[in-house]
């Protein structure tokens, strides 16, 4: 670092796939040979700033560049029985680790940290040392999305949870210049009438075949499972019953149901998988609200209120706001047009990076 420059942090908000318009802001002060020294990150933002931070910005740009919703599925959706999340984020993980390698938060050439939230105890925990991509699957772990992620003998979830722009954290970090990098910069309203009535019908028309939850859970095993695998289990289930008939009801281990309902999920996962994906993903259905739209939509409004009282007590020197407002935060399709979003509110912010840069410069 050159020691006659003032030093430069930046502040990156969650946001999932909105987070893209941070590569494009990332690209511009690169370009324009604007150095960071502070880098910290919440959630999406922990991503980001863990590629550039570890020189493989470019090679997650061009991965997500052109992406289909399948493939944008596969880097992240590994289904588990959903008990403490609908993912176990193991591929996530691997995809983190193809672009990251093994390094240690300590030995990245600029100050890095990743913001995740204690799920028992409700505190914002910066991560600032040991394995990068632990920090980062922590920082990302949506609730109900992942699994929570032990680390630092914490049970962690996302950082978004309790400090989606972790202005304070950088400022406590002490540089010189601070920048942030605000995606919720507008209420995630859907402004557009004829589309919100739409959602109301779709949801309205939903309700009237709403299922009890046993009655559901049965049809989409009949229709997942294959036959034979049923009437396997169902042969089961007279065996027990007999036992039961019988009064032979204390040889019946609790641990034999649990690995043969395990062994019919395991056998399934595949089309578990793709029923995930038809059922709950649907990307052709503009007028429904699925379950991760729902969950994102909660979480992106409580987001924007953080935001504004951070922005108000915690001003950045520079406020970057990309207006990505109608990009869902699992549409990671649409990456190109939030990078191109991120570069052009960059562009607009870099005659006053520079102008901070030489004031502080003149001043030292």
């Known amino acids: 670092m050159d020691a006659e420059r003032p030093t430069i942090g930046i502040a990156l908000d969650s946001g999932g796939a909105m987070g893209g318009a941070h590569i494009g ?24 700033g863990a590629f550039y931070a570890a020189g493989a910005l470019g090679r997650f740009k061009s991965l997500i560049s052109n992406l289909s919703f399948s493939e944008a599925l596969s880097f992240y959706a590994d289904p588990v029985f959903p008990i403490s999340g609908l993912f176990a984020g193991r591929r996530a993980r691997k995809f983190l680790r193809n ?12 100050q890095y940290v990743a913001v995740a939230t ?15 991509v632990e920090a ?19 049970l962690l979830t996302d950082g978004g949870v309790s400090d989606p722009l972790p202005i304070d954290i950088m400022k ?8 942030a990098c605000n995606l919720h910069s507008r209420m995630p ?48 289930v007279r065996k027990i019953m007999n036992m039961i008939n019988n009064n032979h009801a204390g040889k019946i281990l609790e641990s034999d149901l649990l690995s043969a309902f395990t062994e019919q999920i395991g056998q399934s996962k595949d089309k578990i998988g793709s029923l995930i994906e038809k059922s709950f993903l649907r990307k052709d259905k503009s007028d429904t609200l699925n ?16 935001n504004r009282l951070m922005l108000l007590y915690e001003k950045p020197d520079i406020l970057i706001e990309p207006d990505i407002n109608e990009v869902r935060s699992l549409e990671f399709t649409k990456g190109e047009s939030t990078i191109a979003e991120g570069r052009g509110k960059a562009l607009i912010a870099v005659p006053q990076i520079l102008k901070a840069i030489n004031e502080k410069s003149l001043i030292s």
């Open 189 to 236: 309203a859907i402004s557009d009438t004829r589309t919100k009535k739409a959602i109301v019908r779709a949801q309205k028309k939903e309700l009237k075949h709403d299922e009890d939850l046993s009655g559901w859970f049965i049809d989409r095993l009949v229709k997942t499972i294959p036959a034979h695998k049923v009437f396997d289990g169902m042969n089961s």
């Open 118 to 132: 204690d799920l028992l105890t409700g505190e914002t925990v910066p991560i600032a040392e040991g394995p990068i």
């Open 172 to 179: 406590s970090l002490s540089p010189d210049i601070s920048i």
């Open 99 to 110: 672009l990251l390698g093994d390094i240690q938060i300590e030995d990245l050439p600029v």
């Open 136 to 154: 980062v699957m922590a920082s990302i772990a949506m609730p109900g999305i992942f699994k929570p992620v032990v680390h630092m003998d914490r």
């Open 25 to 48: 802001v990332m690209e511009v002060l690169s370009e324009h040979n604007i150095p960071l020294d502070i880098i910290v990150g919440s959630s999406a933002g922990a991503a980001v």
């Open 291 to 306: 379950i991760f739209e729902i969950l994102m939509s909660a979480t992106n409004i409580q987001q924007y209120q953080k």
